[in-house]
């Protein structure tokens, strides 16, 4: 299970910092990510950290203002999210991989475990 939390309002420049908690598997031995989805637009992916966390990718849009990170020892993983801009407005969902490490070009087929969402919204 995973369970998202940390969303909010804030003004455009701000930042939020969206947490996740997972249980029910082997967290440290999976790829994690951040995924979003504005209305009336598809999910799209915003960040991936490998289960070491030594290596991550960010969505181009999101890139230099975004930072994932995870903490093994507490089964975690958060988004810190600098410089919002309106156009970040979206549900995050926080995600688990089926492996441990970020596979670019499978970006829609390998994270397969779910959180509930959590809303962010930016305000121009």
């Known amino acids: 299970q995973l369970q998202a939390s940390g969303g909010g309002l804030v003004q455009a420049g701000g930042s939020l910092r969206l947490s996740c908690a997972a249980s029910?598997?082997?967290?440290?031995?999976?790829?994690m990510g951040w995924f979003r989805q504005a209305p009336g637009k598809e999910r799209e992916f915003v960040a991936g950290?490998?289960?070491?966390?030594?290596?991550?990718l960010y969505a181009d849009s999101v890139k230099g203002r975004f930072t994932i990170s995870r903490d093994n020892a507490k089964n975690t993983v958060a988004l810190q999210m600098n410089s919002l801009k309106p156009e970040d407005t979206a549900v995050y969902y926080c995600?688990?991989?089926?492996?441990?490490?970020?596979?670019?070009?499978?970006?829609?087929?390998?994270?397969?475990?779910w959180g509930q969402g959590t809303q962010v919204t930016v305000s121009s």
């Open positions: 950290i490998n289960w070491k966390g030594r290596a991550t």
């Open positions: 995600a688990a991989s089926r492996y441990s490490v970020i596979r670019p070009d499978n970006l829609g087929s390998d994270f397969d475990s």
């Open positions: 029910g598997r082997t967290f440290s031995t999976i790829a």
